[in-house]
């Protein structure tokens, strides 16, 4: 059974984690390989304009296999080198194929998102949680450090005293607690959790695919850029997007108020 069950559909492509029987624990060998085949697939499709992940059965992820902790097993076997290069190159390979989408990406997160679960939550774009879910950063916990770039990511989602309180105490917070720290930008029954997903995709992907690519890439670099650095990226893609055919319809379609079809030219 793959990790990763892959649909498209108008524009949408939706990345199911599919191990339900261990609540999608990740970290086997291969997990790594699936997520970069998955991810390149759909950035090399021009068609699609818009990404969801989800998780089969009750849980969205709940993070690194104990089990295979407990066992030292699979990705958790060997030295402290063999470890380490385990994160490396299996682990951190999921995390940097869902970070390098270059389409935007909405995480419908269906039940609990624990440790590594969380971590891949926080490299969507937008959120929507099922009122069941469940967020936390349990590593210390288990004895460890975040190793999968947590203390990145959460810091720039929740802020740096929210996040440190969940890593330093390593509780779970409810769905409602997640959307008031803003965590998740909304919260629905669970029945409405995948109809609400895709009806924000299809607002996304109703944009110019080349402006939606093109503003995500922005949004990426500019986490790294000076406010002056972050003007010159924008003149200068700005520029290029001025000779596009999505702009002159977009620029059409408001003087003559209309609806715009943008076809990616």
């Known amino acids: 059974m793959s990790l990763i069950e892959l649909a498209r559909s108008s524009h949408i492509a ?24 998955a991810c390149s697939s759909i950035n090399e499709d021009p068609s699609i304009r818009c990404a969801i992940l989800t998780g089969a059965g009750r849980a969205f992820s709940a993070g690194g296999d104990v089990k295979a902790m407990q066992n030292r097993t699979g990705n958790f076997a060997g030295s402290p080198a063999d470890i380490a290069d385990g994160y490396r190159n299996n682990i951190h390979r ?14 419908a997160i269906n039940g609990p998102a624990i440790g590594l679960g969380c971590d891949l939550a926080c490299l ?55 959307q008031d720290w803003g965590l998740v930008s909304r919260v629905v029954e ?37 406010y002056d650095g972050a003007l010159e990226l924008a003149a200068s893609t700005q520029g290029l997007m001025h000779h596009t055919a999505d ?13 715009a079809h943008f076809t990616g030219g």
Do not use: C
């Open 14 to 37: 939706t990345l199911t984690l599919n191990r339900p029987e261990s609540m999608n624990a990740l970290g086997q060998a291969g997990d790594g390989d699936a997520f970069v085949e």
């Open 94 to 107: 999921m995390l940097r194929a869902l970070y390098h989408l270059r389409m935007p990406l909405i995480a």
């Open 124 to 178: 969507a774009d937008m959120r929507i949680a099922s009122n069941s879910a469940r967020f936390g950063v349990t590593f210390l916990k288990l004895g460890l450090v975040p190793g999968d770039g947590g203390t990145w990511l959460l810091p720039r989602v929740i802020g740096d005293a929210r996040a440190a309180e969940l890593f330093f105490t390593g509780d779970v917070i409810d769905a409602a607690t997640a």
């Open 190 to 226: 669970p029945d409405a959790l995948m109809d609400e997903a895709r009806a924000l995709a299809t607002k996304v992907a109703a944009m110019p695919p080349a402006a939606l690519r093109q503003t995500k890439m922005m949004l990426r670099q500019g986490r790294g850029l000076s």
């Open 247 to 259: 702009h002159e319809e977009g620029v059409a379609a408001l003087i003559e108020k209309r609806p």
